[in-house]
């Protein structure tokens, strides 16, 4: 498998545009996590999603992000309008019966390489 | 809510030295915990992973250990090399809230 792949890995705009970051989860995986970066603020968890389903937005920061999951195989965050305090290092992740199944060597956490969003 | 620490914040060691990393956590109620390298620019990537009924893990030079009534795990690294210096960030899973709490890393710098 290729791994959690991500786009684009960079992303320059300007303040007021919109953005969308996409992700590929691995082939099979059932939960998918995104998690913005900062220097500032470490690692943030902003939604997950299971099977599909969005089952805790409650890390998203404002009405401007938005997230979307239409099948197991893509997920797409979106930021409209931008501004430049979103600049940061977005992360997409997956794993495998994240709970579920309580299953041995299950619940691993893949992360891709990540969007680079500097917002002008 | 689970919080993650880890300390120090940043280690600097010669080559060759071993070494450990440490990582506490609050609710021992965790379904597992996870250690990550990260290199400048990179992603997140899996080094170890310890389920909840573990109490490590072994990885070549690394080794994870696992004590959930304390609320600690470590990362030993054996013999250090400089391509070992990066971000080391542990996380756990907990049982309430189905989801990764992360701490904030380790930077790790091995001197040639």
């Known amino acids: 498998d290729a791994g959690v792949i991500q786009s684009p890995r960079h992303e320059v705009t300007e303040m007021g545009q919109e953005v969308t970051l996409r992700c590929k989860p691995i082939s099979g995986h059932d939960y998918l996590f995104w998690y913005r970066q900062t220097m500032m603020r470490g690692l943030e968890l902003l939604i997950y999603f299971n099977n599909n389903v969005p089952i805790d937005d409650s890390g998203m920061p404002e009405d401007r992000f938005s997230a979307k999951m239409p099948n197991a195989s893509f997920s797409t965050l979106k930021i409209q309008p931008s501004e430049p305090r979103d600049s940061a290092v977005y992360f997409c992740?997956?794993?495998?019966?994240?709970?579920?199944?309580?299953?041995?060597?299950?619940?691993?956490?893949?992360f891709g390489e990540g969007s680079r969003l500097t917002v002008l | 809510k689970q919080e993650v620490t880890q300390i120090p914040a940043a280690l600097s060691v010669p080559e060759g030295e071993n070494l450990v990393l440490n990582c506490s956590f609050t609710?021992?109620?965790?379904?597992?915990l996870q250690w990550f390298r990260q290199d400048p620019g990179k992603g997140l990537t899996s080094l170890l992973l310890i389920q909840s009924s573990q109490r490590e893990q072994t990885s070549g030079r690394l080794n994870a250990s696992l004590d959930k009534s304390s609320g600690r795990s470590t990362l030993y690294i054996a013999a250090s090399q400089p391509g070992d210096s990066a971000t080391y960030l542990c996380a756990a899973f907990a049982n309430t809230g189905n989801q990764f709490y992360f701490g904030t890393g380790t930077s790790l710098t091995v001197i040639p």
């Open positions: 992740a997956s794993s495998l019966y994240g709970l579920a199944a309580r299953k041995p060597n299950t619940g691993e956490l893949f």
């Open positions: 609710d021992s109620a965790i379904y597992n």
